[in-house]
């Protein structure tokens, strides 16, 4: 499946499957993954908003960010493990988002929380991430030693 425009695309039903890829690209936008999906083949981000509607909304494979940021649109805890290729933003939108992966690579987290109070982001997977974490404007929790990477 893929996004590629400026449009908001919404996709409720179940995404299944071995090697499937869901990908971003074109100008932006917002892709709503509200599906409790199982596809293993993983996850590329390049640009626009992809906001989680449930803790399964990313399948079971990697998340790899080359860009655009996650967004909460309720309360989710996501296991999947994260690869930062570029700068990636996570936004917890007045919600309550834990990341319970992995999360590598040389870029950069900023987490925040825009245009909403209150929410949360929690890191508690042994992170190994080597750019900076910024914080802007939400509560960040660590619960994990490695949480702030390497």
Known sequence: MQVDNSDVATQSGVISGVGTVITRSGSGGTLNLNGVNTYTGGTLLNVGTTRAGNSSAFGTGNITLNGG??????????????????????????????LNGVISGAAF???QTFGASGGSITLTGNNTYTGVTLLD????KINSVNALGA
Do not use: E, F
Request: proline fraction near 0%.
């Open 109 to 111: 987290l900023h987490t």
């Open 137 to 140: 404007g939400t509560t960040l």
């Open 69 to 98: 940021q996650i967004q909460g649109s309720t309360d989710v805890t996501l296991a999947n493990n994260m690869v930062l290729l570029t700068g990636t933003t996570i936004d917890a939108a007045g919600y309550n988002l834990v």
